[in-house]
């Protein structure tokens, strides 16, 4: 595995907003962002200082292309080799931060993502925050061959994954955003600013870990839920 210097950003962000659903997106406090416009450094554009690093394994890397009047992400695409283990794999990660916590507050995540029908596996990470085996999690990801986004929360005390899924995909070539909403017991997911599911949760669910802020997949080992497709608009609120 290496490790490589920063890349991109700065810019501003536009996100989706819908009626429905636990907590308006844009009732809390931005803890992180990352529009990747600009070349250099990815710095966090909510000046909370979470850069980003390129971590990568067997060639993987990242590339920058158009995205409307800006830029997006592309990361490696899907990998046919008959021993994954050679497959190229590129995350980006920002340390562990204390504020990227949200314990039992509310949170909204999401991304904007491009992802064709052929790019889709088993699971892809989109954002993620902990792992649900050995700590607490949030997370959303790109689920199976019918390429359905998920939400997942896990929390920091009974580690059992509490996840809700979209009922529709967003595997067709288009650029889609997805946006995780957690308040109180309240838990749902948005696709292009239409809730597509929702799931109850236990109200004193929290999520508090020193697991870094990973964004397209776990890491650049074997088994990293590598995503396949572009990303744009990267974005947490707390509160």
């Known amino acids: 595995m290496r490790r490589f210097g920063s890349l991109i ?8 907003l819908a009626t429905g659903g636990p907590a308006r997106a844009d009732a809390g406090v931005l803890v992180a ?32 292309i158009v995205h409307g009047t800006g830029r997006a992400l592309a990361f490696p695409a899907k990998c046919t080799a008959k021993a994954a283990r ?24 999401g991304a ?28 959303l990801q790109v689920d199976g061959v019918a390429g359905r986004p998920s939400c997942v929360l896990v929390d920091d005390r009974k580690p ?5 899924r979209s009922a529709v995909s967003v595997a067709d070539g288009q650029w889609h955003t997805l946006e995780c ?12 600013g239409v809730t597509r599911g929702t799931l109850t949760i236990q109200a004193a669910l929290s999520v ?10 776990k890491g650049a080992y074997r088994d990293n839920d590598q995503f396949q497709g572009a990303l744009d608009n990267v974005w947490i609120k707390i509160g």
């Not at 909403?181 to 292009?192: E, H, K, M, N, Q």
């Open 33 to 64: 962002r990352y529009t990747f416009d600009s070349s250099g450094a990815i710095v966090d554009s909510s000046g909370r200082g979470h850069t980003l690093n390129l971590i990568a394994g067997h060639g993987g890397t990242v590339r920058s």
């Open 9 to 16: 950003v700065a810019g501003v962000l536009v996100c989706a």
């Open 181 to 192: 909403r957690r308040a109180g017991s309240s838990f749902a997911i948005l696709v292009d």
């Open 112 to 139: 904007s993502v491009l992802l064709a029908r052929t790019q889709t596996t088993s699971g892809q990470n989109v954002v993620q925050k902990g792992y649900s085996t050995t700590s607490s999690q949030y997370k």
């Open 86 to 109: 050679t497959c190229p794999h590129a995350v980006l990660q920002a340390p562990a931060a204390a504020d990227l916590n949200p314990g039992r507050r509310p949170i909204a995540y």
């Open 160 to 164: 059992k994954i509490r996840l809700v």
């Open 208 to 217: 508090v870990n020193k697991s870094p802020l990973s964004i397209g997949g």
